[in-house]
């Protein structure tokens, strides 16, 4: 049963302290179907009264609350969990040297405010090498009010989380003979859990014209990741390892083991392409492995009432923008002083221009019918 | 002893009486045992006693100071480092070569030999320049194989083969536990101050360390500039990157830093070891 619940401490009239208790219970005897139909292994962590999962449950966190993790060990080895890039006090910390573990058959509790938004990760810091190889990880995110990546940073409308691992299967079959550890190689690689073919559009990504899309990133593979977003996704990373960064255009992202980052992006209309997710050794540098992410624009009628007829998106715009017009002409795009910028011959439809020329700021769009259209340069 | 004065850069009005200083680093080459491993090993130390934990030079920015390099070893060796000393240069054995460099902007950079076996079994150090007002910490990352460094060492290997096996993971010349045994590496400091950080990796693989209980923020690197200003917990360095971090101790305790490659905090496979240090904050 997953046991989430709210506790308002106090009312302030720009932000709720909430406290939020999480039941967790660790585990060893989780079975990973993998992509082609044999089965492994895994070792993990579930909410109480629910199946363990590969990954673990993600925890979703309101900024600024006082959170709980009860944890019970129900297997025959010790556990802690570690809240990777939490910052927590030396006790909440989860590593057994120097902070507590929790045996077999045994409950402890770990506390922390949520002070700073962003995703984050948590996982057993007990034999690690081998205890995350298992399957001993999860994400958590601390959410900032209003949908916004951090307080007064970029908004939108949904989020989607992916966490990438890999496994060696052979330690997983046998991870009593998983000595010695450095000789661990991932041989298996995930999104969520998933790899290769099981990685279908249910698991991928539907945006929306209505607004951005956040991707929380996350990494607890042995391997580099490397992302690659195509440029129609205008993919901008806002945050790393839940602190803001410069934001900058990326149509490539490095993940490193525990690394995250936070994403905003803006397909253009009707987008349809996957995201690649590449694996490379750490040692050699080799290309192990490649997933997908499916990306489907659902918003393909930006020809709406609310944009009379004519439209620009994404807005704000990073570069290439797809621009819909309801009449074959001339549009021209204006300085905010009145200036005329440029001309642009737009043919009934949709059209792709090329505004990485204008550095950031508002621009006017005069559309062959006539119509004005603000368009925001970031 | 011939004198190379190979690059002198950026001695700005601000800086125009910096100070000039000397140093002499013998390069040496032998076998010894880290643990209860057996390795090769090469280092620029301060005598003539080979220790694998090349030696840490500090200085002010625009400070010029003059290296005498002598090589001890029966091999050619280099002093490179990059973007300021190429690896043109030669010592040959037994001979002695004077550099003399300065460096414009505060930062950590990264000295070694790229002549014979030099930094694939450990001719690797660290220069950190600037900061002269808070304490300052060293880790020189490298991963290595025990027979690797003696089939290096005896020429029988002059490059990492396709399937190398590192199984040994070093902070400034040894692992875990021992790591906690040097003050340059351990990290004590109170609470309410700050502390540099300067770490190089010297190793052939990527590296990502990894701190608990803190973020820090990066103030140098010299692969990854676009992230100088980043405040981040888990910070990759790729092979042949220096970096420097400033971390501000803010709570009380000991929390662990490692290589989240987590093969590498192990000595030969067992668990804990390799790249793992810690951070003593006191009250």
């Known amino acids: 049963m997953k046991n989430l619940f709210i506790l308002v401490l106090a ?16 585990g060893m005897d989780g079975s990973l179907v993998l992509e082609n139909g044999a089965s492994t292994n895994f ?59 929790i045996a077999p058959n045994e409950s402890g509790t770990y506390q922390f405010n949520a002070n700073q938004s962003g995703t984050f990760l948590y ?34 409308i949904q989020e989607f989380k992916f966490l990438t691992s890999d496994l060696d299967v ?24 998933l790899s290769g073919d099981q990685i279908t559009s249910d698991q991928g990504i539907n945006t929306f014209s209505e607004g951005a899309t956040a991707l929380r990133i996350g990494s607890m593979a042995y391997s580099r990741i490397v992302y690659h977003f195509p440029e129609e996704l205008n993919a901008v990373a806002h945050m790393s390892d839940g602190r803001p960064i410069p934001a900058f255009e990326v149509t490539e992202l490095e993940v490193y083991p525990g690394e995250r980052f936070s994403l905003i992006i803006n397909p253009f209309i009707g987008f349809s392409e996957p995201i690649s997710v590449e694996y490379y050794s750490m040692i050699t540098g080799e290309l ?15 020809h709406s009432s609310s944009l009379s007829d004519n439209g620009v998106y994404p807005n704000p715009s990073h570069g290439m923008s797809r621009v819909f017009s309801s009449l074959g002409g001339k549009m021209v795009i204006f300085a ?22 204008f550095s950031s700021g508002i621009y006017l769009m005069q559309m062959p019918d006539g119509s004005t259209l603000k368009l925001i340069r970031e | 002893m011939t004198f190379r004065f190979l690059l002198l850069i950026g001695l700005s009005c601000i800086h125009c009486f910096a100070n000039a200083s000397n140093l002499t680093l013998y390069i040496n080459k032998g076998s010894l045992t880290i643990g209860t491993s057996f390795i090769s090993a090469c280092a620029f130390n301060a005598d003539e006693n080979l220790n694998t934990k090349s030696e840490i030079i500090e200085l002010d920015v625009n400070e010029v100071i003059n290296i005498t390099v002598i090589n001890t070893d029966s091999l050619e060796h280099s002093f490179t480092i990059d973007g300021f000393i190429d690896s043109n240069n030669a ?55 025990k027979q690797l460094t003696h089939d290096f060492a005896n020429l029988s290997e002059t490059s990492y083969p396709a399937d190398y096996l590192p199984e040994l993971f070093f902070i400034s010349g040894t692992h875990y536990p021992f ?64 970096m420097t971090f400033r971390l501000v101790a803010n709570q009380v305790g000991i929390y662990p830093v490692h290589d989240h490659n987590l093969i590498a905090v192990t000595n030969a496979g067992f668990y804990p070891g390799g790249m793992l240090t810690q951070i003593q904050v006191l009250p």
Not at chain 2, 221 to 235: E, F
């Open chain 1, 288 to 302: 192990l492995a490649t997933n997908f992410i499916p990306v489907n624009d659902l918003g393909v009628n930006i």
């Open chain 2, 91 to 145: 010592i040959a054995p037994f001979q002695t070569e004077v550099f003399s460099v300065s460096f414009p902007n505060p930062g950590t950079f990264r000295y070694y030999s790229d002549k014979s076996y030099g930094a694939n079994i450990g001719a690797s150090g660290i220069f950190l320049i600037g900061f002269p007002n808070e304490s300052h910490f060293f880790w020189n990352l490298f991963d290595l194989n």
């Open chain 1, 170 to 193: 052979s330690v997983n079959n046998a991870p009593a003979l998983a000595y010695p550890f450095h000789t661990i190689r991932p041989d298996y690689f995930m999104i969520n859990g």
């Open chain 1, 11 to 26: 009312f302030a009239p720009t932000y709720i302290m909430a406290q939020v208790t999480f039941d967790l219970y660790s």
């Open chain 1, 43 to 101: 070792w993990g962590y579930g909410f109480i009264g629910d199946e363990m999962s590969l990954p673990a449950p993600f925890l979703n966190i309101p900024l600024d609350s006082d959170v709980t993790i009860n944890m019970t060990n129900t297997s025959p080895e010790s556990h802690t969990i570690h809240l990777h890039g939490l910052d927590v006090d030396q006790v909440n910390d989860g590593v057994p040297q120097t902070s507590f573990f």
């Open chain 1, 123 to 156: 996982h057993c810091h007990v034999t690690t090498t081998l205890h995350l190889t298992m399957g001993m990880y999860g994400m958590i995110t601390v959410n900032a009010p209003n949908n916004k990546l951090f307080p007064g940073g970029p908004g939108f």
């Open chain 2, 179 to 242: 790591t906690l045994e040097d003050p340059q590496t351990k990290v004590v400091i109170n609470n309410g101050q700050s502390c540099i950080i300067s770490v190089v990796n010297s190793g052939y693989m990527d590296h990502v360390l990894h701190f608990h209980g803190f973020h820090v923020e990066i103030l140098s690197a010299q692969l990854a500039a676009d992230r100088v200003g980043w405040s981040k917990d888990t910070i990759p360095l790729k092979k042949g990157e220096a």
């Open chain 1, 336 to 357: 905010p002083t009145g200036r005329m910028l440029n001309v642009y011959n737009l043919r009934e439809g949709d059209n792709f221009i090329d505004l990485s020329a």
